[in-house]
């Protein structure tokens, strides 16, 4: 849809929106709790500050920030933080880091998993405050032979160069509340904000369009969708009136089916712009009626029904035969729900086959159509003996015959399922190579489709190399 993402979008997951609201005064990063070395996925603007180190430059590094390691870094409290996060346990450490300059730092640290639905740690959250001030002075190799004093004073330097300025203190409200994501880590694990997916409030008659009742039901319009495409081309191209009851029911059950899905998409949730759930009824149609509806009540008409009566006149049925193409529009929802599976091999191999195949076979009602079209020359009333139609009716024992006393036209050929057959042949062997020679165009309309037929052949084939 115009303005929302492609696909049926899943649920929003507030975890990283609820983490950022309450850590507005917390310095924090997020680590893959599913991937080797547990790599950071999210850093907020207060650890880049603390740290110095650019977001891109904290990003896939070791959530136990091992990138931040130094000499004075205490053996004892490295084992401690990776057993940690190989046990997916919670934790906190007073441990020694080193910021992007070098410049030693006493951080109290605090890890947190953060568990999923499925009771599945999926995250760590990692906590940071600078508590240099409270530390003995750091001794290293710059500050040897140095005393107490000075080395208390150069910490000291070192911390207030680095940390941001603090803003004005309003004495007339001065606030002693600590931050609300320090409050949290120091409850149990328990209550941590678990990732997962949250369900947005939805009026009692909007169906989620991600819900499993929602997704079995596209499912099912998906196949009938293939169904229509395939048949559609074939009423059109054979001229085929569905006298058949069992084919006029199949038929009239699709046609229900799309009228329910009508009914459906004007109480089915969408993705807005922002990536948002839009459950508001009146947005909901509004943004239907702008898009999908008019090819969907176009789909939905019976034209199988209209065409089964034999006293329709035959322009009338020609014209309800044309418009069953619309359906074939609804296709366009197809690519949308298919693009979520091609990111799997399998699941490309099997939609190219069928692409190749769906497009075969509506060049082969195509070709049909223009040799049905071409082999009786209406000004004269005689048959053309070029035309690959006659030249199959031959080889098979079944020529065309004009019937003087009778109907006045010509009566005979082939039938249908080996009019189909073999032009579903001629139009995969054209795809696929040259063509053998033993079904040929020899009419000019028919060397024009087959050169635009050979040419969607080399474009299919050069995509797949």
């Known amino acids: 849809m115009p303005g929302g993402k492609r696909g049926l979008v899943a649920p929003q997951n507030t975890f990283l929106e609820n983490i950022v609201r309450r850590s507005s005064e917390t310095s924090f990063l997020l680590g893959n709790a599913q991937i080797v070395e547990w790599p950071v996925v999210y850093s907020n603007d207060g650890f880049c500050k603390l740290s110095g180190f650019h977001r891109a430059e904290v990003m896939q590094k070791s959530s136990t920030c091992s990138f931040m390691y130094g000499e004075l870094t205490d053996k004892k409290s490295i ?40 009771d599945k740690v999926v995250l760590f959250l990692c906590t940071f405050k600078d508590i240099t001030l409270s530390k003995q002075p750091i001794e290293d190799e710059t500050s040897k032979g140095w005393t107490k004093f000075a080395r208390l004073t150069r910490a000291l330097t070192n911390n207030r160069n680095t940390l941001p300025k603090p803003p004005p203190i309003d004495h007339h409200e001065v606030s002693h509340k600590p931050s609300r994501l320090a409050e949290v880590l120091q409850l149990n694990s328990d209550i941590l904000p678990q990732y997962k997916q949250e369900a947005p409030k939805t009026p009692p008659h909007i169906i989620l369009h991600y819900c499993t009742f929602k997704t079995t039901w596209d499912w099912v319009i998906l196949i009938l969708t293939f169904y229509t495409a395939i048949m559609v081309p074939y009423n059109v191209s054979f001229k085929t009136k569905q006298n058949n009851i069992v084919w006029l029911v199949l038929d009239s059950v699709v046609d229900v089916i799309f009228l329910v899905d009508i009914v459906l998409n004007f109480h089915t949730t969408f993705v807005g712009p922002g990536g948002e759930v839009i459950s508001d009824p009146k947005l909901i149609r509004m943004n239907y009626l702008k898009t999908w509806f008019v090819i969907d009540l176009l789909s939905c008409l019976p034209y199988d029904i209209i065409n089964a009566f034999e006293n329709v006149d035959e322009g009338i049925s020609s014209l309800f035969s044309s418009l069953k193409v619309v359906r074939l529009l609804r296709l366009g929802r197809v690519a949308r729900k298919l693009d979520h599976y091609l990111e799997y091999g399998a699941a490309v191999l099997v939609l190219l086959v069928c692409v190749f195949g769906l497009v075969a076979h509506w060049l082969a009602c195509i070709w049909y159509s223009i040799g049905d079209y071409e082999v009786i020359d209406e000004a004269t009333n005689t048959i053309k003996m070029d035309s690959w139609l006659y030249q199959l009716a031959l080889s098979i024992g079944s020529p065309y015959r004009y019937n003087a006393s009778g109907s006045g036209q010509w009566e005979g050929g082939p039938g249908k399922d080996s009019l189909y057959i073999t032009s579903l042949y001629f139009t995969m062997t054209s795809l696929t190579t040259i063509g053998f020679g033993n079904i040929a165009p020899t009419t000019d309309g028919e060397k024009i489709f087959s050169v635009a037929m050979m040419m969607v052949g080399c474009k299919y084939e050069m995509q797949l190399i």
């Open 79 to 118: 084992d401690e933080v990776r057993q940690t996060f190989d046990n997916y346990e919670s934790n906190c450490f007073e441990i020694l880091l080193y910021r992007k300059n070098r410049s030693p730092v006493w951080f109290y640290m605090q890890v947190a998993p953060i568990r999923n639905e499925n």
